[in-house]
């Protein structure tokens, strides 16, 4: 498979969990390279069902390295509590699993100031997971986060904590929030970096042996293309690379030893939180959410949902170099008779097909759309692409050339043997 990077090609939510599970049967190793435990990957294997945040989903194949890079930030007591979980439902988590001594480690006054920050917003929120992510991001930019290596060095530890606890808790006073005990942060976090210890390593050395070695990566996005920090529908982002770009910087691996990049997208569009969405239509979401669908596998909240947008995608092939598409819960549109894609925005008397950097002006962008006549019957037996309705396959040659990549898996449902190489 060679070196592989899988990335979100809208707004996150796309299924991507699933894809990697699949695409990690012909990999080595699977590299978690940004966002923190705000992601979600839900993985169905056989009837159970498995949440990940932290833990590559790489971890639910045997033999498999999964590796938790240097671009993520943790929550180590989240951490904690997920490898708990998972070994619980019977997966091994051992050797299998490898943190980077310089992710950067999410604190409680990240997660006080997140919830903070976004109250004082009032409706400017961003619509955040309030995990602490972006303040715990804000640190590293900042160069007074502390990292992994930091947790499991004792010695040290305690006197780095003591100052950014007393300079944070000033913070939170002034947000009218109540200070942190030092002495129980403290606890939970030594008691948490004691377990985590045998994981962390210096993982840009083990990838490069890996690769010295023959071995091939996948590389495990998060969020997705438009909550890119850079890239995505700012301020309405998250703070992080989400984009393929992120990967070489989240990793240590360098550019020229990437070989390909797949983007994951529903056949439909959704997001999670506040932002423009220009093709988000109430019916298709009432649907959706009536199937049981679209509720956020970290948050339980509702997905806003609409139209698939191929301006928005196709700006996702070209920022990441898409060589292949994966379109997932195309069985979600099963019993819709006229469907609609975004094929253009319209502003007042201006045509647009490419999205306008500022929000204020997608947020006013009326879609222009192409119809295609639906299939009206259930696609989620099929295993060939032979066995998708003609109209099914239509659709999705259709959105193939829209968004100018080629067109290589298709899902039809959560299952492992629901997915359709094309």
Same mark, same amino acid.
């Given at each position: ?52 945040? &932290? ?23 989240? #951490?904690?509590? $997920? ?5 619980? #439902? ?13 992710? /950067?480690? =999410? ?62 808790? $000033? =913070? #939170? ?17 030594? $008691? ?6 045998? !994981?962390?390593?210096?993982? %840009? ?11 091939? &990566?996948? !590389? ?10 850079? /890239? ?20 240590? =691996? ?53 139209? !698939?947008?191929? =301006?928005? %995608?196709? /700006? ?10 994966? %379109?997932?819960?195309?069985?979600? #549109? ?19 097909? /490419? ?6 002006? &997608? ?7 192409? $119809? ?36 290589? &898996? ?11 190489? %094309?």
């Amino acid at each position: 498979m060679a070196n592989t990077i899988l990335v979100g090609a809208q707004w996150g939510d796309e299924g991507k969990g699933k894809i990697i599970d699949v695409l990690t049967e012909r990999a080595d190793i699977v590299v978690r390279y940004a966002g923190g435990n705000n992601a979600g990957h839900t993985v169905f294997v056989g009837k159970t069902r498995y949440v990940l945040h &932290l833990v590559p989903s790489g971890i639910l194949r045997k033999n498999k390295l999964c590796v938790i890079g240097n671009g993520v930030v943790i929550d180590p007591i989240s #951490l904690v509590l $997920e490898i708990a979980g998972l070994r619980k #439902l019977g997966v091994k988590v051992g050797k299998n699993l490898v943190v980077s001594e310089t992710a /950067h480690v =999410v604190f409680p006054y990240h997660r006080e100031l997140d919830t903070h920050r976004e109250h004082h917003k009032g409706k400017q929120k961003i619509g955040t997971t309030k995990r602490g992510i972006g303040p715990a991001y804000g640190d590293k930019a900042a160069r007074v986060g502390l990292r992994m290596v930091d947790l499991i060095q004792g010695d040290t530890f305690e006197h780095k904590l003591r100052q950014r606890i007393r300079e944070n808790n $000033e =913070v #939170l006073k002034a947000l009218g929030a109540k200070p942190l005990a030092f002495a129980k942060v403290l606890r939970d976090y030594r $008691e948490a970096g004691e377990f985590l210890k045998p !994981f962390v390593t210096n993982t %840009v050395v083990l990838l490069h042996h890996a690769m010295a070695e023959g071995k091939d &990566l996948l !590389f495990e996005g998060a969020q997705g293309t438009f909550l890119d920090i850079d /890239h995505g529908t700012y301020p309405y982002v998250t703070s992080s690379n989400t984009t393929a770009g992120g990967a070489c910087a989240g990793s240590g =691996v360098p550019p020229h030893r990437m070989d390909r990049v797949v983007g994951v997208m529903k056949a439909y569009t959704t997001r999670v939180g506040e932002g423009p969405l220009p093709t988000e239509d109430a019916g298709i979401s009432d649907l959706l959410h009536g199937m049981g669908r679209e509720f956020g596998a970290t948050t339980g909240r509702p997905r806003r949902c609409g139209w !698939f947008d191929a =301006v928005a %995608v196709r /700006h996702a092939v070209m920022v990441n170099g898409m060589d292949d598409i994966a %379109v997932t819960n195309l069985d979600g #549109l099963d019993t819709v008779e006229t469907i609609r894609v975004g094929i253009g925005y319209r502003v007042g008397g201006r045509r647009y097909d /490419h999205l306008p950097a500022a929000v204020e002006a &997608l947020a006013q962008c009326e879609p222009i759309y192409a $119809e295609f006549p639906g299939w009206r019957q259930p696609t989620s037996a099929a295993r060939r692409w032979k066995d998708l309705p003609v109209k099914a396959r239509a659709y999705l040659r259709a959105l193939q050339e829209l968004v100018g990549a080629r067109l290589s &898996l298709v899902s039809v449902g959560p299952g492992r043997e629901q997915t359709i190489a %094309v």
